[in-house]
């Protein structure tokens, strides 16, 4: 989602968790979760952000795509639930308070409309 690109996206987990498989710190579950995300973050960021409007997902999700970091990013994965706050927080190198503003941001400027 974050790379606006379905072959971008497949890409970005296969490496993610080729780097995950190589790592012998990962630990338990939560930790590896954590790893992955954070790999998948980092990763993405260096990727440019492609979003293919012919598509009904891609235009549903395109208000996404055109938030800045890191609320695009805290916003998704909030709405994903893996994380609490202080893990969402610690993936995206920010603070509780600095993540905060800006999912009150991103929440402002995304109005993702019902379909009808």
């Keep these: 989602m974050l790379t606006g690109s379905e072959t971008a996206a497949l890409e970005l ?26 790999s998948l973050y980092r990763q993405s960021l260096s990727k440019p ?5 012919s598509t009904e997902a891609e235009t549903r999700t395109r208000p996404l795509h055109e938030l800045n970091e890191p609320g695009r990013s805290a916003l998704t994965l909030l709405g994903m639930r893996l994380f609490d706050g202080e893990d969402l927080a610690g993936l995206l190198g920010e603070s509780l308070p600095s993540l905060a503003k800006s ?14």
């Excluded at 968790?17 to 930790?31: E, N, V």
């Excluded at 995304?110 to 009808?116: A, C, G, N, R």
Aim: net charge positive; aromatic share 2%.
């Design 13 to 38: 987990v296969r490496s993610s968790l080729a780097k995950l498989a190589r790592r012998s710190d990962a630990g338990d579950l939560a930790r590896s979760r954590r790893i992955l995300f954070a």
């Design 49 to 53: 952000l492609v979003s293919d409007p």
């Design 103 to 116: 999912l009150e941001e991103a929440r402002r400027r995304v109005v993702l409309e019902p379909k009808p």
